[in-house]
């Protein structure tokens, strides 16, 4: 695990504040889809807007701990994890949403993401070669994550 994630407390403070504003910002969408009617959208769209919300949150008190704690490597794996689980959840909500208007922008900005996502991680790995193992995890659980929540619900109209 130490390989895959190096705990930085500067990026944790910053997650914190921004795992804030993003669920401040899922509630407020909650709310306008519940005012819409929530019969317009997926239940995949609902499903991972409603559980980005409790995975951004427990990510941000993962990473608080990191800046009081002594032994923060758990805390780390567990905010990595639930904050990259509830921020691709809101992508996916995003694609998803724009599909059932316009399938062809969605595939186009799921395919953006991937290839923005590599070039993001290909960057890291030039800068700092030993994060090769660590940057290649990374993208593959991303590009995971992306595919069950938003990549196949699209093509097989989940």
Known sequence: MKDIFQTNQNKASSKVTINSF???SLFFILTLIWTLSPSRFSIFIVAQ??????M????SLAYAK????EKVELWDVLGW??????SIFILNAVGLMTAQF???IAIIYFAILVI???????INVVYRPKTRNEKLYKFVFFVFVLALGGILPLFFNF
């Open 49 to 54: 807007i409603v559980f980005a919300i409790p």
């Open 116 to 122: 923005l996502m590599a070039i993001y991680s290909t």
């Open 81 to 86: 994890y639930t904050n990259n689980i509830g």
């Open 56 to 59: 951004l949150f427990v990510s």
């Open 22 to 24: 993003m669920m401040g």
């Open 102 to 104: 316009y399938r062809n």
């Open 66 to 69: 990191i800046g009081h704690w």
